[in-house]
């Protein structure tokens, strides 16, 4: 099933963030349908930096083609900005097509961006943001690869100049919006309110964030049809690291975390060493 037709059919979706091929096995593993690449984990995980803008739009790309190569599940890519004027973000949605992108969800922040639950955000003027996405539409190799619009409009304009915003990226050939940062349950509904029918909503929850977290069954409910948790995984990894360096630091041994690691072998059973060992036996000796 296709990341458009599975959009069109309840349940909401749940896509976590991924950053890498091991995340991204370990998400299909756990039985999701989508997956989540996102700028700001990929920022924190290979640059060791925040999410303002600093990972490129080739690092993403390679970073999309890893992972495609280790799982077939949709995966949404996060395409920031386009990386640039409507020209630079056709060649994004080119690239990330080719890279096995489901969907590329794309906002008007200036470039460099920054988190959508920074402040001191800016945007580009919505007319420009309409014409990158017309150029990205016009660019893309198939139907079935979306174009999430995303807008940051409600930190800089207001909840209603984001709707405005949202309605004209619609009308360029948005196949989904994503209204970042909605800051109450009341925006949340609003947006639901404005939009349920009309195209697939995406929602953000980020732990910590602007945006009250909200459960899935609780954005169905609203209208949502799609929501993320794109950075869970880091702050979750980032945790477990902060601990198990501290302890190995302190006892000079792992013995004392055992407990909360996988050990060479368990390690190997997720990564289906056995199998591909098997696989690659199969073609050995195999005249050509």
Not at 100 to 115: F, H, I, M, W
Not at 154 to 183: H, K, S
Not at 244 to 251: D, G
């Amino acid at each position: 099933m296709t990341l458009k037709s599975r959009l069109a059919q309840p349940p909401i979706l749940v896509a976590p963030g991924v950053y890498d091929g091991m995340t991204a096995a370990l998400a299909e593993q756990a039985g999701f349908e989508a997956l989540y690449l996102s700028g700001a984990a990929v920022a924190y995980t290979r640059l060791g930096r925040p999410d303002i803008g600093l990972a490129t739009m080739s690092e993403m790309a390679d970073t999309m083609a890893l992972i495609r190569d280790r799982v077939a599940l949709p995966v949404i890519i996060d395409a920031d900005t386009g990386f640039g004027n409507a020209l630079n973000a056709q060649r994004t949605m080119r690239v990330y097509e080719r890279a096995g992108a489901s969907a590329l969800q794309v906002e008007d922040q200036t470039y460099p961006k920054r988190c959508g639950h920074l402040s001191d955000k800016s945007l580009i003027p919505r007319t420009e943001m309409a014409g990158k996405i017309a150029a990205m539409a016009d660019a893309r190799a198939s139907e079935e690869t979306l174009i999430i619009a995303r807008t940051d409009a409600i930190a800089v304009e207001g909840v209603d100049a984001a709707l405005e915003r949202a309605e004209a990226y619609l009308a360029a050939g948005a196949d989904a919006l994503f209204i970042e940062a909605p800051r109450s349950a009341e925006e949340l509904s609003r947006i639901a309110a404005t939009f349920r029918g009309r195209a697939p909503l995406m929602a953000n929850m980020v732990e910590g964030g602007a945006t009250p977290i909200q459960s899935a069954a609780d954005l169905q409910a609203l209208g949502f049809d799609l929501v993320i948790f794109p950075g869970g995984i880091v702050r979750a990894l980032m945790r477990t690291a902060e601990d198990y360096y501290q302890s190995l630091h302190a006892e000079g041994s792992n013995a004392p975390f055992a407990d909360r690691m996988h050990d060479f072998k368990g390690l190997n059973a997720r990564l289906g060493t056995d199998a591909m060992l098997e696989t690659g036996a199969r073609f050995e000796g195999r005249e050509p």
